[in-house]
């Protein structure tokens, strides 16, 4: 997993690899410590309902629907306004480099797929299909890149990225269709408010004409723009489609409780 800094090293030299390190930490960093802990209970009921298959089906779409509603606006709101994160946590001087961290913001969006899909697999005991995949993958991905060859680290980070999105989106539609069978449709249709409610946030956000202010001032009114747009939509999504789902309104119950618990702790305190 770390061969692509070994190739950036030998392609661009160590001034370059420890631009793409740093910027492939922190990228990584929303997956790690907040989307794959905070949706492991989510997966972790697929184990519970391997043997009753219906039940499997519903948890299967349920863990993937808001796990995906989380991650893929969180990936693309890094990755458009990239240059302002990087700015805010390393200095202007590291500007130059902001594009490779929003190119590698977008492997937020495998990972969530990998993820899933490889609990599927644990769970119906087909290790040997992960080993398969990491081993398609890996001569995939690397030879792709050690073969072509490219003039900058921005082309080849974006290769490097457009290939694992690529690999993980086929695993991942390999097993939703052995498990949803002909209900993938399902999992599409609930897929595609989410994709819709981000790319009208991102145009929304990208339309902004602020002040020329203070750096943190301008991410908060950025993502106060992308993510109250996004949110907006998806009540708008959840009356016109979401309600007449099983999942969608789990999903608004879920929520609901949640803010009913936080309003009587407050009121308690």
């Known amino acids: 997993t770390q061969l692509d800094t070994f190739l950036v090293s030998n392609f661009y030299g160590e001034k370059q690899l420890g631009s793409y390190h740093i910027m492939k930490y922190i990228a990584f960093m929303p997956s790690s410590e ?26 299967f779409n349920l863990s993937f629907l808001v796990t995906m509603a989380v991650a893929f606006p969180l990936a693309i709101f ?35 797929l990998l993820h899933q899909s490889m609990r599927v697999l644990v769970v119906f005991e087909k290790t040997k299909l992960i080993f398969y995949y990491e081993l ?48 993938i449709w399902h999992l599409a249709a609930l897929t595609i408010p989410v994709l819709l409610a981000t790319t009208i946030a991102t145009y929304l ?43 969608g309104r789990h999903v608004a119950y879920l929520l609901v409780n949640q803010f009913l618990a936080i309003r009587d702790y407050l009121k308690n305190n």
């Open 34 to 59: 907040l989307i794959v802990p905070a949706t492991s209970p989510l997966l972790a009921e697929l184990a519970k309902a391997r043997d009753k298959i219906e039940e499997f089906r519903y948890q």
């Open 78 to 112: 890094l990755f458009k306004f990239d240059y302002l994160i990087v700015e805010l946590l390393l200095g202007d001087q590291w500007l130059p480099y902001s594009q490779l961290f929003g190119y590698m913001s977008l492997l937020g969006i495998p990972i969530v």
């Open 136 to 183: 398609i993958a890996f001569f995939g991905l690397y030879g792709t890149l050690i073969g072509i060859g490219f003039e900058d680290i921005n082309s080849f980070t974006m290769m490097r990225v457009s290939l694992e999105n690529i690999f993980c989106m086929v695993l991942f539609l390999g097993v939703a269709n052995h498990v949803l069978k002909k209900q």
């Open 205 to 247: 956000s990208s339309l902004a004409l602020l002040p020329n202010t203070y750096l943190v001032l301008k991410i908060i009114m950025f993502g106060s723009i992308f993510f109250i747009s996004y949110i907006a939509l998806l009540f708008v999504f959840y009356f016109l489609f979401y309600k007449k789902t099983v999942e």
